[in-house]
């Protein structure tokens, strides 16, 4: 069966930097679209950055020009390197895959879900 398993979250004072990783396994064939999603306490969960197996890339506005998404398709693995981490950012981060169609913010898009990391900014 598909395993997502996120590493990397944690502690880190404003300003600060993170890399996530997102190690894939029991898929037959790559996810088309994968993604980075976050849920901070008492609130919804939200996409963060998406992107497609051809590297098509798409950002949550608050966080363009701070995190990079990348996937690394050899190794099944996706990435998300967050920078100039503000406190807003603070949640507990998912990633999710889907194996057709086109990326999107909707939950229901993704069949796919990891157990989450979670990322405190201070």
């Known amino acids: 069966h598909v395993q997502l398993v996120e590493s990397g979250g944690g502690s880190v004072q404003a300003g600060g930097s993170l890399r996530l990783s997102c190690a894939a396994s029991?898929?037959?064939?790559?996810?088309?679209?994968m993604a980075w999603f976050r849920q901070a306490p008492g609130k919804e969960r939200e996409g963060v950055a998406s992107?497609?197996?051809?590297?098509?890339?798409d950002y949550r506005d608050s966080v363009k020009g701070r995190f990079t998404i990348s996937r690394d398709n050899a190794k099944n693995t996706l990435y998300l390197q967050m920078d100039n981490l503000e406190p807003d950012d603070t949640g507990m981060y998912y990633c999710?895959?889907?194996?057709?169609?086109?990326?999107?913010?909707?939950?229901?898009?993704?069949?796919?879900w990891g157990q989450g990391t979670q990322v405190t900014v201070s």
């Open positions: 999710a895959g889907r194996i057709d169609g086109p990326c999107g913010w909707s939950l229901s898009l993704f069949s796919f």
């Open positions: 029991g898929y037959r064939y790559p996810s088309y679209c």
């Open positions: 992107i497609t197996f051809g590297g098509t890339k």
